[in-house]
């Protein structure tokens, strides 16, 4: 099992940057493909970025490339997102999730509890 919890959400107004960090316990971290998503009120969580075991591979949902950018350290067990050009729309709770022993997945076995971005116009 592994443990998640996220950390760096907060208030920032149009156009700023925050970077979210996901700190991973328990099994190692380097064997799980993670990822980021988020919900915003009234609406389904959604995909935003993933990243595979080692880190070499990366993919988006179309709406954050360009803009956001994942990342991970493995020997600090901690995955990243760099958000940048943020847009009230990206007003939500934004979860990792992480997924044992594969470099892909569409579904994720463990979860955090999220950490709430707002962004402001």
């Known amino acids: 099992q592994v443990q998640l919890v996220e950390s760096g959400g907060g208030l920032v107004q149009a156009g700023g940057s925050l970077r979210l960090s996901c700190a991973a316990s328990?099994?190692?971290?380097?064997?799980?493909?993670m990822g980021w998503f988020r919900q915003a009120p009234g609406k389904e969580r959604e995909f935003v970025a993933a990243?595979?075991?080692?880190?070499?591979?990366?993919q988006y949902d179309d709406s954050v490339k360009g803009r956001f950018t994942i990342s991970r350290d493995n020997a600090k067990s901690t995955l990243y997102l760099q958000m940048n050009s943020l847009n009230p729309d990206e007003t939500a709770v934004y979860y990792c999730?992480?997924?044992?022993?594969?470099?892909?997945?569409?579904?994720?076995?463990?979860w955090g509890r999220g950490t709430q971005v707002t962004v402001s116009s």
């Open positions: 990243i595979s075991r080692s880190g070499r591979r990366t």
């Open positions: 328990g099994r190692t971290f380097s064997s799980y493909a």
């Open positions: 999730a992480a997924k044992f022993g594969v470099d892909y997945s569409v579904t994720y076995d463990y």
